[in-house]
């Protein structure tokens, strides 16, 4: 009864998102917004890209939504899924998501600076505290604002979906202290607040595709990295880094975006079914998302030197990037910096 109550009202959430992003059903008198029109599922194939390996909760999610949406339409929708950027990688699926070539991508939150660099506030460190209110601000409170300025860029926000909170791999020593980071050479995704973060904490930072980057590790391109337990453990960054520092310092998580060319080209019936299984399937991604980082946790330290970073001592690394959130205030807004922080 909870649980259904719980898929309940997500699907609701997820119908208010979609209404903020104009995606929801364009008709005056309820009748159909596109493709056939005649209010019965139709007959369609949806490619969802991802780069997500076998062990990620993103993948679990795409693989289990292709489940669910295929049975509930009885085989009349095909979903198609490629993980692990066999078809594109993560500079190439936003691309290829607005040009149509595909339907649906996951891509991390931070790859979605180039559309609007408010989408960083996911990398400010230390800014969402719990994965409880991190959930609140992007179902119920300010983040429905933010996701709502992708309509302007022809894409819809089908529901958002957890990585979790990242942590600091390297080869070199344990991270206790700022000090123990300085002159590592990390990889990152993407945008000014992970450069800015690592600048502050005294390290170098690149830009490394996600698929390129165990290569990159192992090659010596880069000495470390930052990402969820589930990304460190399914690409085998255990295999070629030596120490991993549980410091929750900021999220990746994935909004679940399709284009509005293919989403208004569907109709209502099409789409309902779609949000439903979607709806079902974020509910089990995310449950996924938390039982797979404290597996990996386990696992990992099988292989790593693992240390986790006291509350005194995520004081110091929040004292040294002080200048960041200064600096990104203005870009991000304080009112969505507030919002997060009270979460
Ligand atoms: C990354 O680039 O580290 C992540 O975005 C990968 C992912 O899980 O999508």
Request: aromatic share 10%.
């Amino acid at each position: 009864m909870k649980k259904k109550f719980r898929i309940l009202s997500l699907v609701t959430v997820l119908m208010f998102m979609l209404a903020a992003c104009g995606g929801g059903s364009n008709s005056a008198g309820g009748s159909d917004s596109g493709g056939s029109g005649n209010g019965e599922i139709e007959e369609i194939t949806i490619k969802f890209s991802h780069v997500g390996y076998a062990g990620a909760p993103k993948t679990a999610g795409a693989d289990k939504f292709k489940e669910i949406l295929e049975e509930k339409s009885d085989g009349k929708i095909t979903v198609e899924v490629y993980p692990a950027g066999q078809l594109y990688g993560d500079r190439e699926e936003l691309d290829a998501l607005l040009a149509n070539n595909v339907q649906i991508i996951n891509p991390s939150m931070t790859k979605m600076v180039v559309y609007n660099p408010q989408f960083q506030i996911l990398d400010i460190p230390f800014l969402f505290k719990t994965r409880e209110g991190f959930f609140d601000f992007w179902d119920n409170g300010k983040g429905q604002e933010l996701l709502g300025t992708l309509e302007d860029k022809g894409m819809v926000a089908l529901a958002m979906w957890e990585g979790g909170f990242k942590q600091f791999v390297n080869d070199r020593n344990p991270i206790t202290k700022p000090e123990d980071m300085e002159g590592l050479k990390f990889r990152i995704q993407a945008g000014d607040v992970l450069e800015s973060q690592f600048k502050n904490l005294g390290a170098d930072a690149s830009v490394i595709p996600y698929n390129e980057t165990y290569t990159a590790l192992q090659t010596g391109v880069v000495d470390s990295t930052e990402n969820i337990l589930a990304n460190i453990y399914s690409s085998k960054y255990q295999e070629v880094q030596k120490y991993l520092t549980i410091s929750d310092h900021g999220r990746l998580d994935y909004p679940v975006l399709t284009n509005t060319t293919f989403w208004n080209s569907i109709n209502d019936a099409t789409k309902d079914v779609i949000m439903e299984a979607m709806a079902e399937a974020t509910e089990f991604e995310r449950e996924e998302a938390q039982k797979l980082a404290d597996q990996y946790r386990e696992e990992l330290a099988q292989d790593m030197e693992v240390n986790e970073l006291t509350d005194e001592e995520k004081e110091v690394f929040i004292e040294k990037l002080q200048p960041l959130y200064k600096e990104f205030e203005d870009i991000i807004g304080k009112e969505y910096m507030d919002a997060a922080r009270e979460s």
